[in-house]
């Protein structure tokens, strides 16, 4: 997870304390490997507010491959979806659509 949080500081410009992660470790018995990967799939699964560049999402990628690779995760290994469902589509805080409280940082990177 740190791995993750990481790269999302250092790419998407998340604040540090934005720390809004899951972790699902499954038993093999209860989830498929796909034949080419090893023991060590990993799949993420980010939502992030939309308004990030194509060349910001490939340098997430990137840096969530090489910090995961130093853990020991062959790139090969590690699958990333990212989704962006549009402002309204959010409420963080308070009942109110993110269209009316927009987040404290920069979107467009």
């Known amino acids: 997870m740190a791995?993750?949080?990481?790269a999302l500081v250092a790419v998407f410009r998340?604040?540090?304390h934005?720390?809004?992660h899951l972790m699902f470790?499954?038993?093999s018995a209860h989830f498929q490997i796909p034949p080419e990967r090893t023991t060590a799939f990993t799949l993420i699964e980010i939502v992030a507010?939309?308004?990030r560049t194509v060349e910001a999402k490939r340098n997430l990628y990137r840096e969530i491959g090489d910090r995961l690779a130093r853990m020991g995760v062959a790139p090969a290994d590690v699958f990333v979806i990212l989704s962006e469902p549009a402002l309204e589509n959010w409420s963080v805080r308070n009942g109110v659509s993110a269209l009316d409280a927009p987040p404290g940082f920069k979107l467009t990177v």
């Open 18 to 20: 934005d720390r809004n």
């Open 25 to 27: 470790e499954h038993d």
């Open 49 to 51: 507010y939309p308004g």
């Open 3 to 6: 791995a993750v949080h990481d």
């Open 14 to 16: 998340i604040p540090e």
